[in-house]
């Protein structure tokens, strides 16, 4: 079992920046895979970027360009650099973990985290 703290989230003006960070704890093997997931107003849940312990990355096409995955093994750490926002970036991240990025990609992980808002207004 995995346990994860999601931190970093707030307010932040349109074309602003914010840094969310993931710290993990538990199993290795189970966090082959981590991944931010959101869920906006009136939305279903979406991956939005995930890395495996390789290092390979994918990101959902509406973050491409704006937003970077990265992790730090040895501090069991995963972060995820949010550039130019915009209002429809607004919504609660989840930081995941699991062995597989097919379940990733679906959002049938083992393990969440409890979430951190992300609000996009001016």
């Known amino acids: 079992q995995v346990q994860l703290v999601e931190s970093g989230g707030g307010l932040v003006q349109p074309g602003g920046s914010l840094r969310l960070s993931c710290a993990a704890s538990?199993?290795?093997?189970?966090?082959?895979?981590m991944g931010w997931h959101r869920q906006g107003p009136g939305k279903q849940r979406e991956l939005v970027a995930a890395?495996?312990?390789?290092?390979?990355?994918m990101y959902a096409d509406s973050v491409k360009g704006r937003f970077t995955i990265s992790r730090d093994n040895a501090k069991k750490t995963v972060y995820l650099q949010m550039n130019s926002l915009k209002p429809e970036d607004t919504a609660v991240y989840y930081c995941?973990?699991?062995?597989?990025?097919?379940?990733?990609?679906?959002?049938?992980?083992?393990?969440w985290g409890q979430g951190t808002q992300v609000k996009v207004s001016s």
């Open positions: 890395i495996t312990s390789g290092g390979s990355t």
């Open positions: 538990g199993s290795m093997f189970s966090m082959n895979v």
């Open positions: 995941a973990a699991d062995d597989s990025i097919g379940r990733m990609r679906q959002g049938f992980v083992s393990s």
